[in-house]
């Protein structure tokens, strides 16, 4: 199970850490990644993170900017935005996968539900 939190209303330029705690005991052999979903729009691929987290893949819009990290021991996935922007804004949502660094959210095995991302211009 994942629980994502950290959302919330913020203005262009600051910044916010997203968490996700994953329950188990399984969290370090899980790809992890976050994702996006805007209204009206595709949930489109944020970053993604390697098993012990030395490997990162972002998104070319959040290249940069955007900062994916995990703690294994603790359970725990993070993504640091900063400089956001309204076209961030959106429903952020980690998830888990078996397979290597995945861009697409079929290849995603679990789900969060998702934290409110609101960015104001």
């Known amino acids: 199970q994942l629980q994502a939190s950290g959302g919330g209303l913020v203005q262009a330029g600051d910044s916010l850490r997203l968490s996700c705690a994953a329950s188990?005991?399984?969290?370090?052999?899980?790809?992890m990644g976050w994702f996006r979903q805007a209204p009206g729009k595709e949930r489109e691929f944020v970053a993604t993170?390697?098993?012990?987290?030395?490997?990162?893949v972002y998104a070319d819009s959040v290249k940069g900017r955007f900062t994916i990290s995990r703690d294994n021991a603790k359970n725990s996935l993070y993504l640091q935005m900063n400089s956001l922007n309204a076209e961030d804004t959106a429903i952020y949502y980690c998830?888990?996968?078996?397979?290597?660094?995945?861009?697409?959210?079929?290849?995603?095995?679990?789900w969060g539900q998702g934290t409110q991302v609101t960015v104001s211009s």
């Open positions: 188990g005991h399984t969290f370090s052999s899980y790809y």
């Open positions: 993170i390697s098993l012990g987290g030395s490997t990162t």
């Open positions: 998830a888990a996968s078996k397979n290597v660094l995945r861009t697409r959210y079929w290849d995603y095995d679990y």
